[in-house]
C-alpha cells in the first residue's frame, strides 16, 4: 500500500509537523509513505518537493493565474480588521500538478494552503482520498477559523473576516466554486478525517463535506521523544529557577487574535512575583508582560528533545486559543506529564479534562483563566495526580503508533471498498 501526503509544507508549521508525525509513523509500520510538498525544508529522502515547469509559457500561465487571484483579494486587504489569519482561495497558481506526485493508492489531503488547486486536482484524481482537516478552510468560503460566525452553513458572503458587507463577495465565489467541485466527486471517493468531535460536528453541519463519511481520528506524537523529564534537570539544563512555580505559554502568534495572547495578557497582569510564579515562553519574540510579572522567554525551539525539556520544566502548560482544533502543543504537554489550562472551546475538551489533565476556563474570561492557573499551582497535591493521568492519557490515546493504526486500517478500507 503506498500513500501520498500532501501539504504545503513539510516540517514547518503544525500541520505540517502532525503530517510528517503521520508519514513518520507509518513508514515506522511497514506502510510505504511519502511526502508531496511546496516547500521542502527537511532531509527526509521521502519528502519530494513540487518543481514547476519553468518554461516560458508555463511560466507566463502560473504568473497570470497568480495575478487573477492576488487581484481579486486586493480590494478587500484594507478593509480586514487587524489580528486575523490568512483568507485561503481554493485555486492556486500550480494546477494540478498531477504529473509530478509520486505514485500511491491512497492520496492524505493535509494543509495546502497556495499548494493545490482543489479544482483541478479533484477533477484529475481517480484515487481514493483521505483528507484530514487541520482547520476549517476546506468547508469555507476561505477563512482557516470562522470565529463562530457560521456562515459557511449558507454560502458565506458578508464574510466578516474580508471586511465585507457584499452578499456576493469573495468568499460567496470560493465557497460555490467548492460546492460545484465537492458535489460532483462521488461520496466513495473522498473520506474526511477530523482530529476532535468538535471539527467533525462541524464537518457534518457543512452543505460542502457533509454528505462524505468523517472518522475522528486524532493527532499523535512520539511518546518517547516527548516523555516527562526530572523536573529539576530539565529547569537546570535551560537555565531556569530550580524552585517556584513555572506556567509554559508558547508565544509565537500574539498578534493573531484567534491565540487569545491578549486575554492571557490580561490574566496575567493579575499575577506578581509575590505569587511565586515565573512565565516561561517559547517563540520568535519576547512578549511584553507586566513589570511585575517573573518572565524568561526561550526564543524559537526546534528540536524536539529541548521541546521536552521545556514542557518538562513547567508546572502547567497554558494555552488560551479563542477556537482551536486538536493543538500539538497540549499533546506534547501531556505527553510530557504537564497540566494543560485553556479556555473550554474546539476541541480542547478533548485533550484538557478538568481534575485529570488540567484545567479550563470559559471562553474568553481572563479573570477565570488566572483563577484556573493559580488554583492549579496552589494545589501540589493534584498536579501530582494530574502528572500521572497526563501521560497515561497522551501514551493510551495519543501515540504515535495508536495514530498509524487507525490511518493504515483506513487506507486499507477505503482500498478494500475500490474507492
Not at 482561495?89 to 492524505?108: H, I
Request: net charge positive.
Amino acid at each position: 500500500m503506498r500513500v501520498l501526503h500532501l501539504n504545503t509544507d513539510d516540517v514547518k508549521g503544525g500541520a505540517a509537523r502532525a503530517a510528517h508525525r503521520l508519514h513518520v509513523g507509518l513508514r515506522r509500520a511497514g506502510v510505504d509513505s511519502s511526502m508531496f510538498v511546496l516547500r521542502r525544508s527537511s532531509d527526509d529522502l521521502h519528502v519530494r518537493a513540487a518543481a514547476p515547469p519553468a518554461n516560458p509559457l508555463a511560466w507566463l500561465r502560473r504568473t497570470l493565474r497568480r495575478r487573477t487571484i492576488e487581484r481579486e483579494f486586493a480590494r478587500y486587504a484594507a478593509k480586514r480588521p487587524d489580528g486575523l489569519e490568512p483568507f485561503s482561495d481554493d485555486r492556486t497558481e500550480f494546477g494540478a500538478l498531477a504529473e509530478q506526485m509520486p505514485a500511491c493508492d491512497v492520496l492524505n489531503l493535509h494543509w495546502l494552503r497556495k499548494f493545490l488547486d482543489l479544482g483541478a486536482f479533484f477533477a484529475t484524481t481517480q484515487r481514493p482520498v483521505v483528507w484530514t482537516l487541520h482547520d476549517m478552510n476546506a468547508f469555507t468560503g476561505g477563512c482557516h477559523y470562522d470565529a463562530g460566525c457560521g456562515r459557511f452553513t449558507d454560502r458565506c458572503g458578508r464574510c466578516p473576516q474580508l471586511g465585507s458587507a457584499d452578499e456576493h463577495d469573495l468568499s460567496r465565489a470560493v465557497w460555490e466554486r467548492k460546492k460545484a467541485m465537492f458535489d460532483a466527486l462521488p461520496a466513495g471517493r473522498l473520506h474526511i478525517v477530523a482530529l476532535c468531535e468538535w471539527m467533525a460536528r462541524e464537518v457534518r453541519r457543512s452543505p460542502l463535506l457533509g454528505r462524505f463519511p468523517v472518522s475522528v481520528i486524532p493527532n499523535g506524537l512520539d511518546t518517547e521523544v516527548f516523555a516527562p523529564r526530572d523536573r529539576r534537570a530539565a529547569r537546570e539544563q535551560l537555565g531556569l529557577p530550580v524552585d517556584g512555580r513555572l506556567a509554559l505559554f508558547v508565544a509565537e502568534s500574539v498578534k493573531n487574535r484567534r491565540k487569545g495572547f491578549q486575554l492571557l495578557l490580561d490574566a496575567l497582569r493579575g499575577l506578581n512575583l509575590e505569587d511565586g510564579i515565573t512565565l516561561l515562553s517559547i517563540g520568535r519574540s519576547p512578549p511584553e508582560l507586566s513589570p511585575g510579572c517573573g518572565h524568561k522567554h526561550l526564543g524559537e525551539i526546534h528540536d524536539d528533545a529541548t521541546l521536552a525539556a521545556a514542557y518538562s520544566a513547567a508546572d502547567v502548560f497554558v494555552l488560551p486559543s479563542l477556537q482551536d482544533n486538536l493543538p500539538n502543543t497540549a499533546l506534547e504537554s501531556l505527553a510530557c506529564g504537564t497540566p494543560v489550562v485553556a479556555f473550554d472551546t474546539g476541541g480542547i475538551p478533548d485533550i484538557v479534562r478538568p481534575g485529570l489533565t488540567g484545567a479550563l476556563a470559559p471562553v474568553g474570561d481572563p479573570a477565570a483563566l488566572r483563577k484556573a492557573i493559580t488554583s492549579l499551582l496552589g494545589d501540589s497535591d493534584a498536579l501530582a495526580r494530574m502528572w500521572a493521568h497526563c501521560r497515561e492519557v497522551a501514551v493510551k490515546e495519543y501515540a504515535l503508533e495508536v495514530q498509524t493504526k487507525r490511518y493504515a486500517a483506513l487506507y486499507e478500507k477505503l482500498l478494500g471498498q475500490g474507492g
